[in-house]
């Protein structure tokens, strides 16, 4: 469970007075008791592309923390105002090198604390052009066969694997 009262979080981001933990409705939660802002942890919302081509699931190996080495859908945080599919497609061609254009959502997943983002959004997408070569934070850039898979990264990848096995559509 998520700190929802983190001490590192001292000053007001509104009138920098010094912030105290007080009582807001169900929580425990930082405050400031000079202009009354309330200090919520947000969760981490991240995006990723689930791509397959000829049988085949797209995924890159991480290049940096959490988990890297291990393997996972192209995929990336999503910053407040932007437009998940909008932020999808970019990661997508950031890790890959690959143009996708998004066709559906997949499912909304939440991963456990301490593996990236809390809220994860997946989307469908197909190929539209691009040559696979690593980028950004993958090391490694590849398709791979169900049944021949690699370490896979995070509780979200495993399942949307786990569903498009299960689906069967996509493959």
Known sequence: ?????????????????????RQVGDKPR??????GFVHFTDPKVGVGVLLVQDGKILLIQRRAE???????????????????R???????????????VIERLVDVF??????GASIFLLFEAGLVGGEAQAGDDAAAVGFF???????IAFASTREAIKLLLQDGSSL
């Open 1 to 21: 469970m998520t700190n929802s009262a983190p001490e590192n979080i001292q000053f007001c981001s509104h009138c920098g007075a010094p912030l105290i933990t």
């Open 30 to 35: 930082r405050a400031c008791p000079e202009c």
């Open 66 to 84: 959490p988990e890297r080495g291990k393997w996972s859908i192209p995929a990336g945080y999503l910053d407040a105002g932007e437009d998940p």
């Open 86 to 100: 909008v932020t999808a497609v970019r990661e997508t061609a950031e890790e890959t090198g690959l143009e996708v």
């Open 110 to 115: 939440h991963n456990p604390p301490g593996q």
């Open 145 to 151: 066969s169900p049944d021949d898979l690699p370490e």
